[in-house]
């Protein structure tokens, strides 16, 4: 098994801060609203490596520190990083693991249960485009993925094949909830935050009447300018 | 009556340490936005006695802490535990006792209202497994229970002769609200967390389309695992 | 003008208790998320005097402390009480003072813009009596008064014919929001948190099938219990 | 380019206080849960000058201070200010300067994507006036204006040309979310808390039942004792 101290010592220092990042970065999911008790978990590639820094399985948010975040293989396996042997990888590793391995732009993986966009899964609905922040952020609708259980590849798989055929950093897996990707962990929560708000306006919209959709036209030029010019907010 | 200082220096020690875990759990109770002022209690089973612990009634939650938690019989009588004459168990405790007289396996019960899980109640209606996470959490459908009114037994008894009826550790206590319970105190506050949070996504679920249900095998594949494998999440 | 510094050294006394206690309770109004910015207000009268304590006009939550609350005579007149002249007791305070005049046995008064109150106020509709905190707290339904606009002393009129016709310590005045009352304004508050909890779960509750009005019976017996013999929860 | 430090000291002086307060008010709009991440928007102008203060683009809320405040001229390009040149003004900065440069009268003006706000943005709908409330900030219902995006003056232009119709300090830009005005920053924060709180309630209200408008006699005596008698509240 690999072991953390052996391995280069500027590899050690990136997964240091990686860990880092990743425990602050976990503090965002209560803080706005997407989880309750343990239920959601952020992850991020260790740059230039087959590693990935993930949370530990059943710990709660206000018990994460840099030294439990939990180190892993592209596969999914955790690896010697100091963390005692009764501390796991959250049970959606493997999800996360598979996104690593098929999406090699993906540097961050986030995954929630958060109300409003799992409302969206329970129904097998994508959420529809009527917001320019929806063109900004998501280039369109956001996409359901199939329904799938842990226990083998099928939510990894669910989650790849359905973002290889949008825009959007997030798919909402039926039943389940949403998993988001993004060039690093920040950009991933950013995204998990994003889809559990425009889920929630446009749940409250389609109350107070017919939702109008935003033009195709209009959502690329959003997209276009957010993505590629803009940069910032 | 049974007096506290009199008992043997473990159980008093037991007690003890359960005081402290009932007193801080019960912050979880706002926490999580269950509760508004004082409408809610948990409570927890001394372990290898037939005490169990609860909140003292009318004491708002940030002013309770261990040594005002009460303590009684399992037939709900509070014995000589130290806190003042003037300090009576939580109205809801015939309630509680009632449950762990009748369900050995039980060492903690939550009472909350809940607004989702109420609404439900306030419908007669069950909450429907839509979910994958009712699946791990709750084993299928949220039941509801009668109807009854503080008085006699028939709070306990309906709590009792639902959940024995149901791989669910919730009640909905019909036009009341949810009652909880698990292995310990912290599992019956997970629990009722947990039954809060599916019945407000189903609530929204509900409102954006027709929910589409979890088959019962994957129902069942996912509460085996969750139960029987995982151990945490 | 009536001078706070002549008054009886023990009314003086009370004065400044009550507006300790004045102040610490509106601090419960932005926590309970019942109001935003300045829209709310809590009033007390000081026990055995023809005076009351008010929120100042136009001051935020956070900045209020018991030397700027305000002291009025029962026709709502600010008397000389050390305060800045530039301080005006709240625009409503004509409101609470009809309550203070023509409800001796009123100690305190709250107003809100709470949302779902409010949101019942806006359609003229009474809160039905569907859950049993309902029976306990309120006694009933919760009513609708007449609309009424400031200037006269037509909303406080409006509030105390409808609570003389009802059990419920809240009205919800049309279009504008609910008023409630209670022996003192740790009551009223208490009776402001409830009254929005209530119609927070109704409005949940509506959605998601048919209510089930609690029997009339069950009503008094749960009214009778929580008002007469229980005195705590 | 103008340099601030060349400018005369009272004007510099004005700038510090005006990007103090700036940067201070943007701390209510995560207070008041009326934004996510970035997405939202303060500015003031520096009384007297032709200069505005807005918040600089992809900084997070915890992470404003004064002094990286954003200074423009009201052509909406950034001036030498101090700040490193990294830092551009919001990406909805062309659209507040538009509205200094069309409305002397306004001193600030304010952007969220709050979300009930939004949601009546997103079905193109007005909030009609149907609380007391609403005739005393907002004289009446709040308008919709165009669909617009960002490149040129387009969302400007239509948020001066709907709120020139209107009494309402805050406009609902279609697909997008609101915007408000007001004499000061301040004044235009707390137009958006209120049209939040308006947009939620009344998006609660329609779903009890049919909402009751208030007569227009009465909005309009409302708005006029609030506007121009009350000044507080």
Known sequence: MIRLDELPEDIQARVQTTRERVALLHGELPANSLVVWTAGNVSERVEGTNLFVIKPSGVRYDELSA????????????????????????????AHAYVYRHMPQVGGVVHTHSTYATAFAAVHRPIPCVLTMMGDEFGGEIPVGPFAIIGDDSIGRGIVETLKESRSPAVLMANHGPFTIGKNAEAAVKAAVMVEEVARTVAAAEQLGTVVPVAQEHIDALYDRYQNVYGQH
């Open 67 to 94: 030294h439990t975040m939990v180190v892993c293989t592209l596969d999914g396996k955790k690896i010697e990083d100091g963390t005692p042997a009764s501390l796991s990888p959250s049970s959606d590793t493997a």
